[in-house]
């Protein structure tokens, strides 16, 4: 049998939550793949990095709040075969951050209970996370 082969990105991602247990999207801006549907922040996995240290990066990044890896807990791990990549991506979760979230690469940011985190398409790949996350929180 011939198995389709395709190649692995490692992305990762976190749900921010705050002290009313709301956590944060963003949407994917215009001229992005997957343009206008909703996501929790994160990036790709850069050579030589940990996916905790990518988070801490990207959501200072995009975002400009500090974190700490050590902040960050492992929640579950999103596994989507897209047309030409197989996305992998661990989702943390991550309650103890510093600043005040400012979209800083022209997306739309909403602090969302998790309950009606499905009134926000999202990309297929975070789609069957939110139950976990309802679940927790
Ligand atoms: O964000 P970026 O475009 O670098 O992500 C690479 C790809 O990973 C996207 O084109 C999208 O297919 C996928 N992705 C996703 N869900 C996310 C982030 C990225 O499905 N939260």
Same mark, same amino acid.
């Given at each position: ?28 801006p215009e001229g992005k793949p997957l343009a206008g549907l ?8 850069e050579p030589g990095e940990t996916p905790e240290q990518t988070?801490? #990066? !990207? ?5 400009g709040l500090e974190t700490k890896t050590a902040c960050l807990? +492992?929640?579950?791990? &999103? ?24 979209? #800083? !690469? ?14 926000? +398409?999202?990309?297929? &790949? ?12």
């Amino acid at each position: 049998m011939k198995t389709d082969v395709k190649p692995v990105l490692l992305v990762a991602a976190c749900a921010l939550v705050d002290p009313d247990g709301r956590v944060l999207i963003a949407q994917r801006p215009e001229g992005k793949p997957l343009a206008g549907l909703w996501e929790f922040p994160g990036g790709k996995v850069e050579p030589g990095e940990t996916p905790e240290q990518t988070v801490v #990066r !990207e959501i200072e990044e995009e975002l400009g709040l500090e974190t700490k890896t050590a902040c960050l807990a +492992p929640l579950t791990f &999103a596994s989507h075969a897209y047309e030409s990549f197989h996305l992998l991506m661990p989702l943390y979760v991550c309650r103890r951050f510093w600043g005040i979230a400012q979209p #800083r !690469e022209g997306q739309a940011i909403k602090w969302v209970r998790p309950n009606r985190l499905r009134d926000y +398409p999202m990309p297929p &790949a975070d789609d069957p996370l939110i139950p976990f996350l309802i679940d927790l929180l």
